[in-house]
């Protein structure tokens, strides 16, 4: 089923059918001009108009005349962004309302260079997918079911490389709010089919919702369709010719079969049938099947499609596969006269979203600030100002605390050219500390309502020549019990004010100097007794060992930003797995390869087993336990560097997914002897000793010589020597691999 992207793409370009209404449908033909007109697409009936409105910056163009004639007229014209690395659409809308959202992208030669675009698309903060455009009037489409999180949404494309973003057109569809619920994350469009052999193709408005139907039918399967009506009312409202149709097996004493394959294994489905009975079967016929996959796991059992009415069958967790495969085997029940049928078939695949959007009352006072003072402009300032931390906005300074949205905390506006008022907003700033209006043409008064900023220590209004002077008289209390430092320009007597705040300054700065010889003279104290690991985790004494991994990638251990994990990761563009703390992605880091675990922002207790992993891996080394090249504690930005294993974990080998070889019985003795050898370290070659408490196939990973390395020391605990006092050690582990007792 990989080609179905393409036929979603041909017919999001071809279309057809007839109007009705379009509550809530936003459909932007990008780079329409003139900006202020709108119009009905004719195939569709779909009212189109100018992006214009929901961005700041592109430039519009249009694709070349001779394959134009291929298109609908919201596909001629293009927004293209040859300037600042990432430009956003904002839209307001409404908090916890589940939309569908579909971005085409039709290259066409607009630029007459013939070079097709690659860049990723990013929901907010997080990114959605790379494009990748295969050919000058081949396109892509990408296609998601979102809930929103706050009552605005910023769409995003984000230069990768040399080549241009562009976007033809942008639609959003609101959904009914009990259709598609997930555990967590989003839903990324994978297929949705309707069987028949042929076109047409499905869309608004037999489909209300304006989704994509497909028409698939394989030569395993047949054709069964009535011209009957049948009730599809139920939340999904599947349209009338996809209640209409449905396959058989070609051989009714055959099950029906449909496979598909997705390309990252790693990712987990949600899979929704759509059943009707569109045969009037005699009182004495009955269909009826059982419905398996994956070798035999039950999906749905003893079903019967009721009469002319469709239901919709669907799994309420996410599942996966471990080879990315996908086999349902729909089989005759011993009652059943009937063969089964299925009318639809939609699958999705999940979209995590790990990073939250910052707090949106601070979004919000960021979007009037930016309008107030004409700074539109301003390249960097757009979408999410704090997130992801790569594209924070100029000027700004954010604070990522664990598990919480990004706040901002200091805004820096100096030699900003702006002009007015001191706008109220930014009082909706309540996490900001320190703001810089230095150098400006600001006039009026200062605001009171800075004295209600709790956390404002610090107000530069110094170059502001046009300000009133006098200061709001709560501000001024803040003022003298020295929780609030404003700087501004005074004569007169009122000069000693400066005068005290430049020796403030000055005393803080004779401080720093201080502090930073005292620094200096420390860590050449640490290198001359060669301490190790970074300061800001407890390490314990370990035994020497003469076994130790002497790799070279073992020596690099140092504490990296979020900046430079994205950057070794290349925006976390290859996923070797995923765990119950979060997802492991392959990195280069120096031209070695690495491994770097990302803790979930969703894991309760991730930062305690996050902490203990350091802790421990700095302390720890042997060449039978993972090697710790670093780690990352940058606000809410949580991972851990490994060295990589080329050849993945235990279960993986063992079940045949890297290779057709089986491990043979002298690899896996030689596997159990060195995982052994690295558990007797833990216990015997540390200082306290240490339990791993989490062994596992999954935790035993081997490199490209089969080599054994125990990984994933997050539940690993000390326990006492003789000698020292007892401690209860919790249970913890995977449930499956405890000692019952």
């Not at 659409?89 to 908090?95: G, V």
């Not at 002077?469 to 400066?498: A, F, M, W, Y």
Request: contains cysteine; glycine residues 6%.
């Amino acid at each position: 089923m990989r080609f179905l992207s393409f036929l979603i793409f041909v017919f999001a370009v071809l279309g057809l059918v007839q109007a009705q209404d379009q509550s809530g449908f936003i459909s932007l033909d990008c780079g329409l001009v003139p900006t202020e007109i709108t119009y009905v697409e004719k195939s569709t009936n779909i009212t189109y108009r100018s992006d214009a409105t929901y961005i700041d910056s592109g430039v519009p163009g249009k694709i070349n005349e001779v394959y134009r004639t291929q298109f609908q007229q919201q596909i001629w014209a293009l927004r293209s962004f040859p300037e600042g690395q990432r430009n956003c659409y904002n839209f307001s809308l409404t908090a916890k309302r589940k939309y569908l959202i579909r971005g085409t992208f039709i290259y066409g030669n607009y630029d007459g260079l013939n070079q097709l675009p690659s860049f990723d698309l990013y929901i907010g903060p997080n990114k959605w997918t790379s494009v990748s455009i295969p050919g000058v009037r081949n396109g892509s489409v990408s296609e998601m079911i979102h809930v929103l999180r706050q009552d605005h949404l910023q769409i995003c494309l984000v230069k990768t490389g040399e080549t241009t973003p562009f976007i033809s057109s942008l639609e959003l569809r609101p959904l009914n709010n009990n259709t598609y619920v997930t555990k967590s994350g989003s839903l990324i469009v994978v297929a949705r089919l309707y069987f028949s052999p042929t076109p047409p193709f499905l869309r608004y408005d037999e489909d209300v919702h304006d989704r994509i139907w497909i028409p698939f039918l394989d030569n395993k399967n047949s054709l069964l369709s009535t011209e009957l009506s049948v009730d599809t009312s139920n939340f999904y409202n599947v349209p009338q010719t996809v209640a209409k149709t449905a396959a058989v097996p070609l051989n009714a004493t055959q099950p029906l079969k449909i496979n598909w394959s997705l390309d990252d294994i790693t990712s987990q489905s949600y899979i929704y049938m759509h059943f009707a009975e569109i045969e009037n079967l005699e009182a004495n016929e009955t269909r009826e099947f059982n419905i398996t996959y994956n070798g035999g796991e039950n999906w749905f059992s003893y079903f019967r499609p009721p009469k002319f009415r469709i239901t919709t069958v669907y799994n309420p967790a996410a599942v996966s596969s471990l080879d990315g495969n996908f086999n349902f085997t729909f089989s005759m029940t011993g009652n059943s006269t009937h063969p089964p049928l299925i009318n639809g078939l939609e699958i999705y695949q999940v979209l995590e979203l790990p990073q939250l959007d910052t707090y949106q009352d601070e979004v919000s006072a960021m979007m009037n600030i930016k309008t107030i003072y004409g700074l539109s402009k301003r390249s960097s300032w757009q979408g999410d100002p704090c997130a992801p931390e790569l594209y924070r906005w100029e000027g700004l300074n954010c604070s990522y605390p664990n598990f919480a949205p990004p706040q901002i905390i200091s805004l820096n506006l100096s030699g900003s050219n702006l002009s007015g008022t001191i706008t109220s907003d930014i009082s909706k700033l309540t996490h900001l500390r320190e703001l810089d209006l230095s150098n400006n043409d600001l006039s009026g008064d200062i605001p009171f309502v800075f004295s209600d900023m709790k956390n404002l220590t610090l107000i530069n209004l110094s170059g502001n020549k046009n300000l009133n002077r006098s200061v709001p008289e709560t501000l001024q209390k803040r003022i003298d019990n020295k929780s609030l430092t404003l700087i501004r320009d005074e004569t007169g007597k009122n000069s000693t004010n400066v005068v005290a705040i430049a020796a403030s300054v000055a005393s803080v700065f004779a401080v720093l100097v201080i502090l930073a010889i005292v620094f200096v003279v420390i860590r050449k104290k640490q290198r001359t007794n060669e301490a190790s690991g970074p300061r800001s985790f407890t390490t314990g004494t370990v035994k020497s060992d003469a076994r130790s991994s002497s790799s070279s990638i073992i020596t690099k251990e140092r504490k990296f930003t979020y900046s430079e994990v994205l950057k070794m990761t290349k925006n976390f563009e290859r996923v070797l797995g995923k765990g119950g703390f979060g997802t492991v992605y392959h990195g280069n880091l120096d031209d070695t390869q690495v491994a770097v675990k990302m803790l979930s922002h969703s894991s309760a207790q991730g930062y305690k087993e996050f902490k203990a992993e350091v802790e421990l891996l700095l302390r720890v080394h042997h060449r039978h336990l993972v090697g710790l090249v670093g780690y990352c504690d940058d606000g809410d930005n949580l991972a851990l560097i490994y060295e990589y294993m080329e050849k993945g974990d235990l279960r993986e080998n063992m079940s045949g997914k890297h290779s057709v070889n089986v491990l043979s019985w002298e690899t896996r003795m030689q596997i159990a002897v060195e995982a052994a050898q690295g558990l007797e370290y833990l216990h015997n070659g540390c200082r306290p000793p240490m339990v791993h408490r989490d062994v596992k196939p999954t935790n035993i990973l081997l490199n490209e010589r089969s080599q054994a390395k125990l990984a994933d020391f997050g539940l690993s605990r000390s326990f006492p020597v003789d000698g020292e006092s007892h401690v209860m050690t919790v249970v913890a582990g995977t449930p499956g691999y405890l000692d019952p007792e």
